[in-house]
T-cell receptor, first 118, second 109 residues
Framework: GAGVSQSPRYKVAKRGQDVALRCDPI?????LFWYQQALGQGPEFLTY????????KSGLPSDRFFAERPEGSVSTLKIQRTQQEDSAVYLC????????????????FGPGTRLTVL | GNSVTQMEGPVTLSEEAFLTINCTYT??????LFWYVQYPGEGLQLLLK?????DKGSNKGFEATYRKETTSFHLEKGSVQVSDSAVYFC????????FGTGTSLTVIP
């Protein structure tokens, strides 16, 4: 079946521009996550949705970052007034069940969007 | 809080060599532990997982055992192949996923 898809795969923005990154999770998956992966580093958590509810946004680095999942499926990560330090790969992942402290569920990752801010 | 500490790379091995990539963790509760792999140009893929202490996850010849007493989940493979060249990430669950920094493995013929 179809996996997690993300678009665009590559995005180049000038400093100060707004960008929107899209994630299509696996159909029926309840949980959706966004991560930021800097070059040579592991993914770092940004935010988590359970259906349409954003339950955790503790990883968003500033108020320029905003995520939504209005109908509980597709999600968009928006970055306003991009800065050079925002350059990274943005990963989306989904899982079938609700995430929790003792969750055993696997997260399925999309290919990521590589954002370069000039 | 929760965290994962992973062996730094890069690691270069000859084909058929034995592989160990160390991973230790700090966590509250009883998290599940995962190894993800990222092949060149591809997204993260689950390699194996273990959901409770003493469980062994295995896949494609790779193994890792959930050791609560040493808070470790080391990845091993008895005989690596060129096709195993990738970046390997250790991770644990909590209210979110916590990833290590990744270990790059290059296997040379």
């Amino acid at each position: 079946g179809a996996g997690v898809s993300q678009s665009p795969r590559y995005k180049v923005a000038k400093r100060g521009q707004d960008v929107a990154l899209r994630c299509d999770p696996i159909s029926g998956h309840v949980s959706l996550f966004w991560y930021q992966q800097a070059l040579g580093q592991g993914p770092e958590f940004l935010t988590y949705f359970q259906n349409e509810a954003q339950l955790d946004k503790s990883g968003l680095p500033s108020d320029r970052f905003f995520a939504e999942r209005p109908e509980g499926s597709v999600s968009t990560l928006k970055i306003q007034r991009t800065q050079q330090e925002d350059s990274a790969v943005y990963l989306c992942a989904s899982s079938l069940v609700v995430q929790g402290v003792e969750s055993t569920d696997t997260q399925y990752f999309g290919p990521g969007t590589r954002l370069t801010v000039l | 809080g929760n965290s994962v500490t992973q062996m730094e790379g890069p690691v270069t091995l000859s084909e058929e060599a034995f592989l160990t990539i160390n991973c230790t963790y700090t966590a509250t509760g009883y998290p599940s532990l995962f190894w993800y792999v990222q092949y060149p140009g591809e997204g993260l893929q689950l390699l194996l997982k273990a959901t409770k202490a003493d469980d062994k996850g295995s896949n494609k010849g790779f193994e890792a055992t959930y050791r609560k007493e040493t808070t470790s989940f080391h990845l091993e493979k008895g005989s690596v192949q060129v096709s195993d060249s990738a970046v390997y990430f250790c991770a644990l669950t909590g209210n979110q996923f916590y990833f290590g920094t990744g270990t790059s493995l290059t296997v040379i013929p």
